[in-house]
């Protein structure tokens, strides 16, 4: 694929907790060259960044509830909110893994379906840490997401013992039916691991080497 075409699957992401204002524009401008689909930034960040977009094809998506998906139900909703009025239009959400693991799915399927109606015309990604679940848990997860109206299936927080990778791509994509997508994330770092997590259905790349990704491609 040209470098465009796969520009267009990434999620050109900055969630150091060290970032900058200067670190943000960076960022920014960087989308802006190269083309990726969105730039993937923390909440304090949106409204500075929504500045710098202004006018550009570069979407903004934020997070909510990281990394640790432990906040109250309604800090996540109010930080949805607030993403969204500062300019988002993608919100990438982590799931509360303590209760899932307590398995009270009507729980995590109310929190979802709220976030979702939030969101409405946006796009929600909701992030089920994988690195932290079984597989029949993966199935589970993905299964709630799906039923709740998200649009994406994130793998993975990056802030986790692992990060993405096929197996369980291929396990979330057989889990479903509907059209609900994957975004593959965490450990993401080089132009074949990028194609590897394409071709086996992820159709969004959260990564932080979106440069170092893109410069391996030849540019004609």
């Not at 060259?33 to 909440?43: A, D, E, G, V």
């Not at 929504?50 to 990394?67: E, W």
């Not at 079984?134 to 986790?160: C, L, N």
Request: charge should be positive; proline fraction near 1%; glycine fraction near 6%.
């Amino acid at each position: 694929m040209h470098r465009k075409n796969i520009a267009n699957y990434i999620d050109h992401t900055l969630l150091k907790s060290e970032a900058t204002s200067s670190d943000i524009h960076n960022l920014c401008q960087e989308a802006m060259k190269y083309h990726f689909h969105s730039i993937c930034i923390n909440p304090y960040w949106v409204q500075d960044a929504a500045m710098h977009l202004k006018n550009s094809h570069v979407n903004i998506c934020s997070v909510v509830g990281f990394p640790l998906g432990t906040n109250k139900s309604s800090i996540k909703l109010n930080e949805i909110e607030a993403c969204l009025l500062d300019g988002a239009n993608e919100i990438d959400m982590v799931m509360n893994i303590g209760e899932f693991k307590n398995k009270n799915y009507d729980k995590i399927a109310n929190e979802l379906n709220k976030a979702r109606e939030l969101t409405q015309n946006k796009i929600i990604k909701i992030i089920i840490e994988t690195s932290l679940l079984s597989e029949k848990e993966i199935v589970i997860a993905s299964k709630i997401v799906e039923s709740s109206g998200g649009d994406f299936i994130k793998t993975s927080t990056g802030f986790g013992k692992n990060g993405a990778n096929t197996k369980n791509i291929l396990l979330i994509l057989n889990s479903i039916n509907s059209k609900t997508q994957v975004k593959a994330s965490g450990g993401i770092k080089s132009l074949k691991q990028l194609n590897n997590m394409l071709n086996a259905g992820a159709q969004r790349i959260g990564t932080s080497y979106s440069v170092i990704i893109m410069e391996e491609i030849p540019s004609s």
